[in-house]
């Protein structure tokens, strides 16, 4: 028992010096990674060290597909591909060209990998993320088995790439080793985030995200539709409303 209290002494001084490796489930962690901020201040202030980490995998989990998924990561998005390559991987709509030139994204910075089958997507997001060819990776998964999770998580780990899994809301219940997850519902002139894991305390406060670029209806008028560009990663048809990036 005599040796208690210098352990103790020696603990104190430890945290001090090392306070981010100190974290209290009751405080938002402050640990030592690279974050990208999220172009959304209220966001950010619910991130741990004020953005979208690196080095992990992120989950965001949509009641349906473009809801403005694409568009709340468009701010990051767009720094990152003046820098280095993005990878969509299994994407439910076409890539357009036309449309990332006006969100200000280098077209000629995104890489489509599409697949037959949801493991050779797996496999494709696996080996991007660790041969670090591209500085983000989004890969698009509709059923994903807990081990195949557990990989993508180690594989997001071992590099400096940011990793964002997008996931129908049904997964919701489903565990899993990604350090962030948010739920996204559709709102009237934006997004409704719902962050309900973090390394943090539990948020109950569901965050409204206004999109500048969302229509304010469910229903987009053919002004909105954009010719595909020759140029662009697919040969769909022109004029086809899912080639919008939402």
């Known amino acids: 028992m005599a040796n208690v209290a210098p352990l103790a002494e020696g603990a104190t001084k430890v945290m001090a010096q090392m306070p981010y ?53 468009k701010p990051a998005l767009t720094k990152l591909s003046n820098l280095q390559r993005i990878a969509l991987i299994q994407p439910p709509y076409f890539p357009q060209g036309s449309a990332c030139r006006n969100w200000g994204l280098r077209a000629e910075s995104l890489l489509w990998i599409k697949t037959k089958a949801g493991a050779d997507a797996l496999w494709a997001a696996e080996q991007t993320l660790k041969n670090g060819s ?24 071992s590099t400096d790439t940011w990793f964002w899994l997008l996931r129908p809301m049904a997964a919701r ?66 004029r086809s409303p899912q080639t919008l990036l939402v």
């Open 21 to 73: 490796a100190i974290w209290r489930a009751n405080a938002m962690a402050n640990f030592r990674t690279t974050t990208i901020e999220s172009g959304f201040p209220s966001l950010d202030a619910e991130l741990h060290n004020g953005g979208w980490p690196r080095s992990c995998l992120i989950e965001l989990l949509v009641q349906q597909d473009g809801i403005g998924e694409m568009q709340l990561l």
């Open 134 to 157: 591209c500085g983000a990776v989004l890969l698009w998964q509709k059923n994903i088995r807990s081990d195949s999770l557990r990989r993508l998580n180690l594989a997001a780990q």
């Open 173 to 238: 219940q489903d565990t899993s080793p990604a350090s962030l997850r948010i739920a996204l519902r559709p709102a009237f002139g934006g997004v409704s985030v719902d962050i309900f894991k973090r390394r943090g305390p539990h948020l109950d406060q569901t965050l409204f995200i206004p999109l500048a670029d969302m229509p304010s209806s469910k229903y987009l008028p053919d002004t909105d539709h954009e010719t595909m560009d020759q140029r662009s990663l697919t040969p769909a048809a022109a």
